[in-house]
């Protein structure tokens, strides 16, 4: 049975930080591209970060700077480092696992951005 479990997300004030977390279980972690969207109340999902399985990164354009995504395949573990974080951000952030057959969703981790 395949699960993605996130973790890390929480209340921050604007300028704070965060780093993101996402363990896979029960695909091999290796040959996977891994993600992370976001939802905010009322909006569609979102890209926010990809990496490949061969380590390339692609961000959208509103964390350009800002958010690191990276992997750790001897944990099966993806991560998101979000720095500068703004009011905007706050949203559901969910990880996925993406295949050219597959793709496998977490359940997501809550991040409120708030003074």
């Known amino acids: 049975q395949v699960q993605l479990v996130e973790s890390g997300g929480g209340l921050v004030q604007p300028g704070g930080s965060l780093r993101l977390s996402c363990t896979a279980f029960?695909?091999?972690?290796?040959?996977?591209?891994m993600g992370w969207y976001r939802q905010a109340p009322g909006k569609q999902r979102e890209l926010v970060a990809i990496i490949s399985n061969s380590g390339s990164q692609n961000y959208a354009d509103f964390v350009k700077g800002r958010f690191t995504i990276s992997r750790d395949t001897a944990k099966n573990t993806v991560y998101l480092q979000m720095n500068n974080l703004q009011p905007e951000d706050t949203a559901d952030y969910f990880c996925?696992?993406?295949?050219?057959?597959?793709?496998?969703w977490g359940k997501g981790t809550l991040v409120s951005v708030s003074s």
């Open positions: 996925t696992a993406h295949s050219a057959s597959s793709d496998f």
């Open positions: 029960g695909i091999v972690f290796r040959i996977w591209d």
